[in-house]
């Protein structure tokens, strides 16, 4: 897949709303579309879906636009993606309800990609961040940065005619601030997504005292957030190995559809409430073959865990396999990692639940 980026703009790129937009596609000078997700119709998706594979595509969100552009082919697979989304909604709840279903389907769909961060990486691919930075693009590759995941909200909720405008949280992130029924909300889906993927009570969209009936109505959870199933399960347990900690996160977690960051986001957050986090230490390596290849490494006191994708279950890894794969350079450590060589053995005050 290329990504192309235009410097000259006469007369090739045509920014798009409606159909009459599309009448002037009969001018074979056009190659580069810029789509308005504020403002564009599904006629006009549809109809480019099935009659634009000349095009490049780009996208305003706003008064901004972007000039990353992807191939027709990933324009179409995101919009089919998109089309199922909408497709999947109830289009007689209200505002509330469909602006935090939007939310939870693309937080599902989205992931963090470790490659693309530059305090994680000596190089970055930025031919791939290109991508990413895209709407289309984003949702093709199933990855996601902050401003993009943004934009794609900003879409979706446009579909919807929801209120809603990107703006600025502090000087590295970004947000959607929705305005329903006469009020005013920033949400970061961004933040929230290892959350969704784990079936947590999300920390940036409403502390509203009923949204864990809006999840019920709209299927994200059966009766409990997944944190309190875990914690009703640990209660039958005085104590519990380590090993048998991490099975009972992965049958109750869905850990496989999430990257290394969102795993390690989520793992802290249970070792901080089940373990003492004084002998935990969570490291991300890759894979130093072809591309970049993530591995999470959990370390134990004296011993090693890894989750493996193939396998979808979390796995000891022994000394001698770490030291073969990190001392013959098959896999090695991101940047800016903590690794430790001695652990405390001195237990919390408070009961250590995972012994």
């Known amino acids: 897949m290329k990504m192309v980026k235009v410097m000259d703009k006469k007369r090739v790129v045509l920014n798009v709303k409606d159909m009459d937009d599309i009448d002037k596609l009969r001018d074979s000078l056009y190659k580069y579309l810029v789509i308005d997700l504020k403002n564009v119709s599904r006629e006009v998706i549809e109809y480019l879906v099935n009659n634009g594979n000349k095009y490049l595509y780009s996208f305003k969100a706003l008064d901004k636009s972007s000039c990353n552009y992807v191939e027709h082919d990933v324009f179409v697979y995101a919009e089919n993606i998109i089309s199922k989304i909408i497709n999947e909604i109830d289009k007689n709840n209200s505002v509330y309800l469909i602006a935090r279903e939007l939310y939870i389907k693309l937080g599902k769909i989205l992931s963090y990609d470790i490659n693309i961060e530059i305090d994680k990486n000596e190089e970055v691919d930025y ?46 992130e970004y947000g959607n601030m929705l305005n329903i029924n006469g009020s005013s909300e920033i949400v ?12 947590f009570k999300t920390i940036s969209f409403s502390d ?148």
Do not use: H
Not at 129 to 135: E, F, W
Not at 137 to 157: A, E, P, Q, R
Not at 253 to 259: G, K, L, P, V
Not at 317 to 334: A, Q, R, V
């Open 127 to 172: 031919s791939e961040v290109n991508i990413i930075d895209n709407v289309w693009g984003s949702i093709y590759k199933g990855m996601t940065t902050n401003k993009s995941v943004c934009n794609i909200y900003f879409y979706l909720l446009s579909i919807f005619n929801i209120d809603n405008k990107i703006v600025s949280i502090n000087e590295e």
């Open 208 to 355: 509203m005292d009923d949204i864990i009936d809006v999840d019920k109505k709209i299927g994200y959870i059966s009766n409990y957030y997944n944190e309190e199933v875990l914690d009703n399960v640990l209660k039958e347990y005085d104590n519990i190995d380590f090993k048998s900690f991490l099975d009972i996160i992965n049958k109750y977690i869905n850990i496989y559809d999430m990257s290394v960051l969102e795993i390690g986001i989520i793992l802290n957050k249970l070792f901080s409430r089940y373990c003492n986090i004084k002998n935990i230490y969570i490291n991300n390596y890759y894979i130093n073959k072809g591309n970049k290849q993530s591995l999470i490494i959990i370390r134990y006191k004296d011993k090693r865990y890894s989750y493996n994708y193939n396998k979808r279950c979390f796995v000891s890894i022994s000394d001698s396999d770490f030291n073969n794969l990190y001392n013959n350079n098959i896999i090695n450590l991101y940047l800016n990692e903590e690794v430790v060589s001695e652990y405390s053995n001195v237990l919390d005050e408070d009961l250590c639940k995972v012994v």
């Open 188 to 199: 970061d889906l961004y933040s929230d997504i290892p959350y969704v993927k784990a079936g």
